[in-house]
């Protein structure tokens, strides 16, 4: 389960990165390594610093560690890169993203819209561990419309959606 939301997250940075001018190989890295050390520490104390300090030991770009180091509130590092901002508002929403079209009868994000989106949202059972300001906060921290927002990583993962247990669009 994981890796699937690796993948997407790792998808939806790659978008962004196109759209923002970012390095596409670095965004890309910095999604999919946000939350590697998740399984080993799944603490606030423990993650993601466990796995920041892994990515250090191991060479990886200051910028990447910056950016998972900063995707999660509880480390108390401010935001400061186009990058960190973007891992941050791309984090939980796409996970819900995926949710929300595990759940659609065609189970393919071509059926996934901001406004199917923003009912699950509402859904306080649904994807109950998700947290909703942060998805909020994230889009207003792009400086993004929350719809628009939707629309662009739901585009962004549809490369990568058989790798999610997604349908793969058509054309």
Not at 63 to 90: K, Y
Not at 103 to 127: E, Q, Y
């Amino acid at each position: 389960m994981l890796m699937k939301h690796l993948w997407a997250v790792e998808a939806s940075m790659r978008g962004y990165a196109r759209k923002f001018g970012g390095n596409e190989e670095r965004w890309a890295i910095a999604g999919l390594l946000h939350d590697f050390d998740w399984e080993i520490c799944p603490t606030p104390e423990d993650h993601p610093t466990y796995g920041a300090q892994i990515l250090r030991d191991h060479g990886y770009p200051e910028d990447i560690i910056r950016a998972v180091l900063t995707h999660g509130e509880h480390t108390g590092i401010p935001r400061e890169s186009q990058m960190e901002h973007t891992l941050f508002a791309v984090d939980e929403l796409s996970g819900f993203i995926r949710a929300v079209g595990l759940v659609r009868p065609s189970k393919s994000l071509d059926d996934v819209t901001p406004k199917s989106v923003r009912r699950k949202l509402k859904d306080k059972n649904f994807a109950k561990d998700v947290n909703r300001d942060d998805i909020q906060k994230g889009a207003d921290e792009l400086g993004i419309d929350l719809d628009e927002h939707i629309m662009f990583i739901v585009e962004s993962m549809k490369p990568v959606a058989g790798q999610i247990d997604l349908v793969p669009s058509e054309g």
